[in-house]
């Protein structure tokens, strides 16, 4: 007697479930569960949105989370159905690094520590677009077009950042 093919078919499905019981089922959930928490890059949407998720990380490390606010992070930007603008990247970066510097100025913080934490701030995005840009191009996905984006985006910051500091500085000076 031959053994039955798992494959196409009206019965495959169920003796391919037949068959998966034991330690078997269990080594491949928690290979599912892995899979589901590592970014997936198959698109430059993808990658767009991996540089986001990176330099999000990399603030939240360098410049610390705010205590009542959940990780930003932790959002999962794969179910976009179009990949964020430049503009989007720069102002949900600057709206994170804004939101704490005005939580360290509203508890007190003097010109030194703004400072500090903007220092933080450029260092966290420098090391997360070099992070970011190199697994874009580690995956053979980096194009002229996406290139410029992610330079664009960058500018776009560093611009926010310096009016950030004309804000934030400039009205601890006076």
Excluded at 24 to 50: K, L, M, W
Excluded at 68 to 81: E, G, I, R
Excluded at 146 to 155: M, P, R, S, T, W
């Amino acid at each position: 007697m031959v053994a039955p093919i798992i494959g196409h078919g009206s019965d495959a499905t169920s003796r391919a479930v037949g068959k998966a019981s034991g330690p078997a089922t269990a080594t491949r959930a928690s290979t599912e569960t892995r899979t589901e928490a590592q970014a997936v890059i198959r698109t430059p949407a993808d990658a767009i949105n991996v540089l986001r998720a990176r330099m999000e990380q990399r603030l939240e490390q360098a410049m610390g989370a705010l205590a009542n606010k959940p990780s930003v992070a932790s959002h999962k930007y794969s179910a976009q159905a179009q990949p964020p603008t430049p503009t989007d990247v720069a102002n949900r970066i600057l709206g994170f690094v804004q939101n704490r510097l005005q939580a360290e100025a509203e508890a007190g913080a003097d010109t030194e520590r703004l400072t500090e934490l903007f220092a933080q701030a450029r260092a966290g995005i420098e090391k997360g677009y070099g992070e970011a840009r190199e697994q874009i191009q580690a995956l053979g996905l980096m194009t002229e077009t996406l290139a410029v984006e992610i330079d664009k985006g960058f500018d776009l910051i560093q611009d926010g950042l310096l009016n950030l500091e004309k804000l934030f500085l400039e009205k601890e000076t006076e």
